[in-house]
């Protein structure tokens, strides 16, 4: 990939999202707008091969996706059923802003997650329109088959349009019946940016960014509500650590071999802060008590002093608030870490059999890793070989590898 090729798809990745945000407010159509981006992009690395990247590419890409995507919406059957809406947008096109629009993006998160739409489309349609993944990764990440992905995604902006859901934040008196949605989406994204399902890479940092600006965004949308600060200063806490998470060659570094010296303190003093607040202001909300087991991490000076009992305790609020048998797993690897390995195993081990976790990776990794700290080798061989069958992402694939080769080698000897 040439220099000029690596520009273009650099601001595909950073501004996607918000470019496509401001076209469907521009263009009216989900399908139109994302077309005429598609196109633009394509336009640009050749445009911008000869002629150079304009000074402010945004723009360009915006107003060259607007005239395509308006060229294409002529050209369609029911244009004559929708002159009037057509005209209407030219006329407004004619002075419009051609700069992305930070609230654009919280209009699209809000669409992407209206109720009447099933959670796991709400999160493919944002990880497809908002963080400009493309439906191939999307299937990866969701173990589904691209043209059944394909088709969620299309069927979801034909029910928003059929359904005239309004491109817009909604008004105050339905905000936090949609709130919730919204978050659970973001954290997803954010997720997924933070520990990717698949690949070589495990931190996806575009994807890390975008869920932190929404939640900001957020944030400020609704200043009252202790709900988006919690989930702002989890997400804050995690992507202090972001840089020190796989080493040079990127292999993954686990939170006792991470340099502390290269976390982001602005990042943990303002996520600190924010779970300060939030834990002050009545019953704590989930991702409050996340944030608040984050912040433990992150301010302990060294692996060592991490108040396991305290993060245990927490787990246990946790699970009052959001039981899931994620939530009891962590658990159980703090109680190992307070109360001695075998407790954790015993945790562990009545998890066993749970259809949730029946795929998940991080169960038999789980279980390896206390059988190592306890010396049983061979058994943590094979819960090592047990976690490979199930990963996907090829950072963790390494990690557990070396892992397996590690007790493997103590057995044999």
Same mark, same amino acid.
């Given at each position: 990939?040439?220099?000029?090729?690596?520009?273009?798809?650099?601001?595909?990745?950073?501004?996607?999202?918000?470019?496509?945000?401001?076209?469907?407010?521009?263009?009216?159509?989900?399908?139109?707008?994302?077309?005429?981006?598609?196109?633009?992009?394509?336009?640009?690395?050749?445009r911008?091969?000869?002629?150079?990247?304009?000074?402010?590419?945004?723009?360009?890409?915006?107003s060259?996706?607007?005239?395509?995507?308006?060229?294409?919406?002529?050209?369609?059957?029911?244009?004559?059923?929708?002159?009037d809406?057509?005209?209407?947008?030219?006329?407004?096109?004619?002075?419009?802003?051609?700069?992305?629009?930070?609230?654009?993006?919280?209009?699209?998160?809000?669409?992407?997650?209206?109720?009447?739409?099933?959670?796991?489309?709400?999160?493919?349609?944002?990880?497809?329109?908002?963080?400009?993944?493309?439906?191939e990764?999307?299937?990866?990440?969701?173990?589904?088959?691209?043209?059944?992905?394909?088709?969620?995604?299309?069927?979801?902006?034909?029910?928003?349009?059929?359904?005239?859901?309004?491109?817009?934040?909604?008004?105050?008196?339905?905000?936090?019946e949609?709130?919730?949605?919204?978050?659970?989406?973001?954290?997803?994204v954010?997720?997924?940016g933070?520990?990717?399902?698949?690949?070589?890479?495990?931190?996806?940092?575009?994807?890390?960014?975008?869920?932190?600006?929404?939640?900001?965004?957020?944030?400020?949308?609704?200043p009252?509500?202790?709900?988006?600060?919690? /989930? *702002?200063?989890?997400?804050?806490?995690?992507?202090? $650590? %972001? =840089?020190t #998470?796989?080493? @040079? +060659?990127?292999?993954?570094?686990?939170?006792?071999?991470?340099?502390?010296?290269?976390?982001?303190?602005?990042?943990?003093?303002?996520?600190?802060a924010?779970?300060?607040?939030?834990?002050?202001?009545?019953?704590?909300?989930?991702?409050?008590?996340?944030?608040?087991?984050?912040?433990?991490?992150?301010?302990?000076?060294?692996?060592?002093?991490?108040?396991?009992?305290?993060?245990?305790?927490?787990?246990?609020?946790?699970?009052?608030?959001?039981?899931?048998?994620?939530?009891?797993?962590n658990?159980?690897?703090?109680?190992?870490?307070?109360?001695?390995?075998?407790?954790?195993?015993?945790?562990?081990?009545?998890?066993?059999?749970?259809?949730?976790?029946?795929?998940?990776? /991080? *169960?038999?990794?789980?279980?390896?890793?206390?059988? $190592? %700290? =306890?010396? #049983?080798?061979? @058994? +943590?061989?094979?819960?090592?070989?047990?976690?490979?069958?199930?990963v996907?992402?090829?950072?963790e694939?390494?990690?557990?590898?070396?892992?397996?080769?590690?007790?493997?080698?103590?057995v044999?000897?």
């Amino acid at each position: 990939m040439n220099l000029h090729e690596r520009e273009v798809e650099d601001l595909y990745r950073r501004d996607y999202g918000r470019i496509l945000a401001t076209l469907i407010r521009l263009v009216g159509d989900f399908d139109a707008a994302e077309d005429g981006l598609q196109d633009a992009f394509a336009t640009a690395l050749v445009r911008w091969r000869a002629d150079g990247m304009p000074q402010n590419p945004s723009s360009w890409i915006i107003s060259t996706a607007r005239h395509k995507a308006i060229d294409r919406l002529r050209r369609r059957t029911w244009l004559e059923r929708r002159r009037d809406e057509i005209e209407r947008h030219l006329r407004a096109l004619q002075t419009a802003d051609e700069g992305p629009v930070a609230e654009d993006r919280l209009r699209l998160a809000f669409t992407c997650c209206h109720p009447t739409l099933a959670l796991e489309t709400r999160v493919a349609l944002t990880l497809r329109t908002l963080c400009g993944l493309t439906t191939e990764e999307i299937a990866r990440a969701f173990l589904l088959p691209v043209p059944t992905l394909a088709q969620r995604l299309v069927r979801a902006k034909a029910k928003i349009r059929d359904a005239g859901i309004p491109y817009r934040v909604p008004p105050d008196d339905v905000l936090p019946e949609r709130l919730d949605a919204v978050m659970a989406v973001v954290y997803l994204v954010f997720n997924e940016g933070y520990s990717a399902s698949f690949g070589d890479r495990i931190v996806r940092e575009d994807l890390c960014g975008e869920a932190i600006r929404l939640g900001r965004m957020l944030v400020e949308l609704m200043p009252a509500r202790r709900e988006p600060r919690g /989930l *702002l200063a989890l997400m804050l806490l995690h992507d202090a $650590r %972001r =840089a020190t #998470r796989v080493d @040079e +060659a990127g292999r993954l570094l686990t939170l006792e071999q991470q340099d502390r010296t290269r976390w982001d303190r602005g990042r943990i003093a303002e996520g600190a802060a924010l779970v300060e607040d939030v834990l002050r202001g009545g019953p704590p909300s989930a991702y409050a008590v996340q944030a608040a087991i984050a912040a433990l991490h992150c301010l302990a000076p060294a692996a060592a002093d991490t108040d396991w009992r305290q993060i245990a305790g927490l787990y246990e609020v946790l699970l009052r608030i959001e039981p899931s048998p994620v939530v009891e797993l962590n658990r159980a690897a703090a109680v190992a870490m307070a109360d001695g390995v075998e407790r954790g195993l015993e945790l562990i081990d009545r998890l066993d059999g749970r259809p949730e976790l029946a795929r998940y990776h /991080l *169960l038999p990794a789980a279980r390896a890793d206390l059988l $190592r %700290r =306890a010396g #049983r080798r061979a @058994e +943590a061989a094979q819960a090592y070989r047990c976690a490979l069958e199930l990963v996907t992402n090829q950072a963790e694939r390494r990690y557990l590898e070396a892992r397996l080769a590690e007790v493997a080698t103590d057995v044999c000897g």
